[in-house]
């Protein structure tokens, strides 16, 4: 059973960057889409970005000036990186799977989550 | 970016009651529509994608339905696990966007 860990700071400074990893356990990362989503304390999801196993990767233009995403498929890993920060970057950070629109059509959807992990941006 | 508006943003049902939440997108997106449910504390989980199909393992009482820009989600009989917050997303074109939620609570 797939399932994925997201790791990190739970405190980062205003102007600096944040880094995180989404490790995947159980299955391979290859073959899929590998999103971050963020979601404010008491509000709703924020889709942030993704890569697909090979290295394309989609931004949210809201966050595309400052965000890089990358993967290591020798550690089934997954990273983000968003630069400088402020108080509206706080939020649970997830990572998440899905398959792609080629693979499953209308019917593509973040399918596994990781837990979340808790960012919060203050001095 | 393609917008999504659930309605209502909240609802308080009794264990029984029959629940619908919609969801309305600012431009067609044909059926590219996943339902989530979330629980405090939890991420959120599959219930529907292709506006209709029910994940594997959902509850029957949990269905879907909607094409182009309004799309709906029934809870034929509230249970008390049911108590949680749900939300809408487009998978038509990025950036992916979700509802705001619809938080359904105890009566």
């Known amino acids: 059973q797939v399932q994925l860990q997201e790791s990190g700071p739970g405190l980062v400074r205003p102007s600096e960057t944040l880094s995180l990893t989404c490790t995947v356990f159980?299955?391979?990362?290859?073959?899929?889409?590998w999103s971050w989503i963020r979601q404010p304390p008491g509000k709703g999801l924020e889709w942030v970005g993704y890569?697909?196993?090979?290295?394309?990767?989609n931004y949210n233009p809201s966050l595309k000036s400052r965000l890089t995403i990358s993967v290591d498929t020798s550690k089934n890993q997954f990273s983000l990186k968003l630069r400088s920060l402020t108080a509206a970057d706080t939020a649970v950070y997830y990572c998440?799977?899905?398959?792609?629109?080629?693979?499953?059509?209308?019917?593509?959807?973040?399918?596994?989550w990781g837990q979340g992990t808790m960012v919060t941006v203050s001095s | 970016d393609i917008q999504m508006t659930q309605s209502p943003s909240s609802l308080s049902a009794s264990v029984g009651d029959r629940v619908t939440i919609t969801c309305r997108a600012s431009?067609?997106?044909?059926?590219?529509l996943t339902w989530y449910q979330q629980k405090p504390g939890k991420a959120p989980k599959v219930l529907i994608c292709?506006?209709?199909s029910l994940q594997s393992g959902v509850p029957s009482r949990f269905s879907g339905s909607g094409s182009g820009t309004d799309f709906t989600l029934i809870i034929s009989s509230l249970q008390p696990e049911d108590f949680a917050t749900y939300y809408c997303?487009?998978?038509?074109?990025?950036?992916?966007?979700f509802g705001q939620g619809t938080k359904v609570e105890i009566k």
């Open positions: 431009q067609s997106i044909s059926t590219y």
């Open positions: 997303q487009q998978g038509y074109s990025v950036p992916r966007t």
């Open positions: 292709g506006a209709s």
């Open positions: 159980g299955g391979s990362i290859s073959n899929y889409y």
């Open positions: 998440a799977r899905h398959p792609g629109v080629a693979v499953a059509g209308d019917r593509e959807a973040f399918d596994i």
């Open positions: 890569i697909y196993y090979s290295g394309g990767t």
